[in-house]
C-alpha cells in the first residue's frame, strides 16, 4: 500500500508571498492532519479534515487555511509568508480523526 | 494546560548500553498516546499505540509502557541503527499534543 506523499519537497518562496502545499493520504484514510515542525516550537498541530469538513483546528492565524477534496487528497495554504514560517510542514492521514496516523516525508518551505 | 513533555533532551548510549526515555503528560480526556520515530528529514514513523495505563507495547529492542502520568520508551541493548529522534504525543477529542522529543544517539 503506498504511503502518503506530499508535494512539493522542497520550497523557496520571498516574504508576502502565498504557498500551497498537497498531500495525498494513504488509501482508504479520510482524516488528513497538518503540522508544522521547527526545531524551537517541535511538530504543532495546524488543522484536520474528514470528509472534506475541517474538524479541529490548532492556535495558527488565519494566513494558515486548507481544504479536503472529495478523494481525501488535501492541500494547505499559507498567504501573506512571513519569515518564521520557514519549517518542515507534513500531513498524516488516518482512517479516523486522531487515531493512529501515518505521516509523509514532509515538504520544507524556506521564506527569504 | 495540555502538555507533554519528554527528557531527556538529548542522549547518548554505547551500543548494547539499555536505557530509557520519558514521557510526562497532563492531557484531559487522554483517549490515547502515541510513540513515534522520526529520523533526519524524514517524517514521524509510527512505533505504539498505549490506550489505558499499564498497558505494555513491544517491538524488537522497544517496550513502551503508560502509566496515568507517564509514558517510559525503554530500549534494550541498543544498536546504531536505533539513532533517531523519538516523539510521543498524547490525544484527545480534539488536539494531538507532541512533546519536543527525545535525540538518542547509539555509537558502536
Known amino acids: 500500500k503506498a504511503g502518503v506523499t506530499q508535494t512539493p519537497r522542497y520550497l523557496i518562496k520571498t516574504r508576502g508571498q502565498q504557498v500551497t502545499l498537497s498531500c495525498s493520504p494513504i488509501?482508504?484514510?479520510?482524516?488528513v492532519s497538518w503540522y508544522q515542525q521547527t526545531p524551537g516550537q517541535g511538530l504543532q498541530f495546524l488543522f484536520e479534515y474528514f470528509s472534506e469538513t475541517q474538524r479541529n483546528k490548532g492556535n495558527f492565524p488565519g494566513r494558515f487555511s486548507g481544504r479536503q477534496f472529495s478523494n481525501s487528497r488535501s492541500e494547505m495554504n499559507v498567504s501573506t509568508l512571513e519569515l518564521g514560517d520557514s519549517a518542515l510542514y507534513l500531513c498524516?492521514?488516518?482512517?479516523?480523526?486522531?487515531?493512529?496516523?501515518?505521516f509523509g516525508p514532509g515538504t520544507r518551505l524556506l521564506v527569504l | 494546560e495540555d502538555q507533554v513533555t519528554q527528557s531527556p533532551e538529548a542522549l547518548r548510549l554505547q551500543e548494547g548500553e539499555s536505557s530509557s526515555l520519558n514521557c510526562s503528560y497532563t492531557?484531559?480526556?487522554?483517549?490515547?498516546l502515541f510513540w513515534y520515530r522520526q529520523d533526519p528529514g524524514k517524517g514521524p514513523e509510527f512505533l505504539f499505540t498505549l490506550y489505558s495505563a499499564g498497558e505494555e507495547k513491544e517491538k524488537e529492542r522497544l517496550k513502551a509502557t503508560l502509566t496515568k502520568k507517564e509514558s517510559f520508551l525503554h530500549i534494550t541493548a541498543p544498536k546504531p541503527e536505533d539513532s533517531a529522534t523519538y516523539l510521543c504525543?498524547?490525544?484527545?477529542?480534539?488536539?494531538?499534543?507532541f512533546g519536543t522529543g527525545t535525540r538518542l544517539q547509539v555509537f558502536p
Open positions: 504525543a498524547g490525544y484527545n477529542t480534539d488536539k494531538l499534543i
Open positions: 488509501s482508504g484514510h479520510r482524516s
Open positions: 492531557v484531559s480526556g487522554l483517549r490515547g
Open positions: 498524516a492521514s488516518s482512517l479516523g480523526g486522531f487515531e493512529t496516523q501515518y
